[in-house]
């Protein structure tokens, strides 16, 4: 597969990367390689990754307990505290191994370290593949809320392997599915439509649709690196997504979703909201509900559930001015970003996603 330019660094696949990334660390003067893995990757992805590399820069592995809860500042205080302990410095390199809690923290953990330390991304996750490691966002939570703390800084490249999808739960797979069909409704209703029936889809091809969901989130980000306009299409079905995948976490009643799952969630409600706003008519909207709902399962919201989530949405960081600030569709494979939504209209979306 060709690699894919983004901003100032590429993005290579498969075997293609690991040539790359050798002839990058024989080419570069480095004093010594950090890996920084979470309890998962490196019970099941480090021995799979380390073979390929070929390096006489001494390496260290720095592990951390995986799952969302631990993306936090503490876990950042403890990382650079073993890179000093471990000799890192200006002239170390991080690669990050993991999924998109590895990689936004990793990212956050190196571009900070000394006032930024390079960086590479090998995402093992199907969600971190197609969009935690692409486009240089990094950062962690703070409490309960998403991605609070963190810069914009990229890689200095992104190398997508496949093969560590064979690591994951159906869960996990599924959880990163929900980007892929995001950038099918915000930009390719061709794209979109490849997953109306999943016992369809050739997963021997699964590779290329892997590419093109990189491909269309680059196109975006090239076009607006810091998010100052078109990247806030990207964050259709996030707005609501994000709080409920918030308010679930902190919640100790209730079962942490994972991230594609609220998104999925998120999706279907901000698409109701399209339709109400007649930007999509209702034979889009229930072929987008119909289509997500075959794929997750439903979750159940509480009367008094409702209330908290939207409370958290005032943080969402894409509002502005005080005002929350919505990524809807406009027809499927279009978006209409800036839309203001009054409350009474995410109270009816939250009544149409349980009816």
Request: glycine share 8%.
């Amino acid at each position: 597969m060709q690699s894919i330019q983004a901003n100032n660094y590429p993005i290579y696949f498969n075997e293609s990367g690991y040539e790359a990334l050798n002839l990058f660390l024989n080419e570069s003067k480095y004093s010594n390689l950090f890996i920084i893995v979470d309890s998962n990757t490196n019970e099941y992805c480090l021995s799979k990754f380390l073979p390929y590399l070929a390096t006489e820069l001494t390496i260290e592995i720095v592990e951390f307990e995986a799952g969302e809860p631990n993306k936090n500042i503490e876990t950042c205080v403890q990382l650079w505290n073993v890179l000093t302990e471990l000799g890192a410095d200006r002239k170390s390199l991080v690669l990050n191994l993991g999924g998109g809690v590895v990689t936004d923290l990793g990212g956050f953990v190196a571009s900070t370290f000394k006032r930024g330390v390079d960086f590479i991304h090998i995402p093992t996750t199907l969600l971190s593949m197609v969009d935690a490691s692409v486009g240089g966002k990094t950062g962690v939570d703070l409490g309960n809320l998403k991605n609070q703390i963190g810069v914009i800084n990229v890689p200095k490249m992104v190398l997508i392997d496949t093969q560590y999808l064979e690591t994951l739960s159906k869960e996990e797979m599924r959880s990163g599915l929900a980007e892929m069909l995001k950038h099918g409704l915000i930009y390719d209703k061709g794209y979109w439509e490849k997953f109306l029936d999943l016992k369809s889809v050739d997963f021997a091809d699964f590779d290329e649709l892997i590419y093109r969901s990189v491909e269309i989130k680059n196109e975006i980000v090239m076009q607006d690196p810091t998010e100052k306009n078109i990247r806030k299409a990207l964050n259709f079905g996030h707005t609501l997504g994000h709080a409920i995948e918030s308010y679930f976490l902190e919640n100790e009643n209730k079962k942490s979703l994972l991230h594609g799952e609220a998104i999925a969630i998120g999706m279907i409600l901000e698409s109701f909201i399209s339709l109400e706003k007649d930007l999509i008519n209702s034979q889009e909207y229930n072929q987008i509900k119909t289509a997500i709902k075959g794929i997750y399962d439903d979750v159940v919201f509480e009367e008094n559930d409702i209330e908290p989530i939207m409370e958290l949405l005032i943080h969402d960081k894409k509002n502005e001015y005080g005002n929350i600030q919505f990524a809807l569709i406009e027809g499927i494979g279009k978006i209409k970003i800036n839309q203001s939504v009054e409350n009474e209209l995410i109270l009816k979306a939250f009544q149409d996603y349980k009816s």
